[in-house]
C-alpha cells in the first residue's frame, strides 16, 4: 500500500488549505485512514480520523476548524483545515493501518504563518 499525501504550503493565519491523500491497493473503502502531524520538536500526534462508515474524530484543538472526509471511488482521504493558527504549522501524514501494521505517506508541510 503506498499513500501519497499533498495540498500543504505557507497560509496566513486564517487561511484554509485542503490535504489530499491518494493510496494504492484494494479494500481502500474497508479501511480507518489517519491524519498526523509533527511539529518540529514534537512527538507525532493523531489529528483525525475516519473510519469505513465515515465516523470520524478529532483532536480537541482541531474540532469545528478541521474536516476530514474521503472519496472510496477515488482512494483519497482529505484534510480540509480552516481557520489555521500557527500552532498548526506541522508537517502532516496520512496513515491506514493494515493487519497490524502502519502504513504512512510522505508528509506534507503546512506553515501557517502569523
Known amino acids: 500500500v503506498q499513500l501519497q499525501a499533498s495540498g500543504g504550503g505557507l497560509v496566513q493565519a486564517g487561511g484554509s488549505l485542503r490535504l489530499s491523500c491518494v493510496t494504492s491497493?484494494?479494500?481502500?473503502?474497508?479501511?480507518?485512514m489517519n491524519w498526523y502531524r509533527q511539529a518540529p520538536g514534537k512527538q507525532r500526534e493523531l489529528v483525525a480520523t475516519i473510519t469505513s462508515a465515515e465516523v470520524t474524530n478529532y483532536i480537541d484543538s482541531v474540532k469545528g476548524r478541521f474536516t476530514i472526509s474521503r472519496d472510496n471511488a477515488k482512494k483519497t482521504v482529505y484534510l480540509q483545515m480552516n481557520s489555521l493558527k500557527p500552532e498548526d504549522t506541522a508537517v502532516y501524514y496520512c496513515?491506514?493501518?493494515?493487519?497490524?501494521?502502519?502504513?504512512w505517506g510522505e508528509g506534507t508541510q503546512v506553515t501557517v504563518s502569523s
Open positions: 496513515n491506514t493501518k493494515i493487519l497490524n501494521i502502519d502504513y
Open positions: 491497493g484494494t479494500f481502500f473503502s474497508y479501511r480507518t
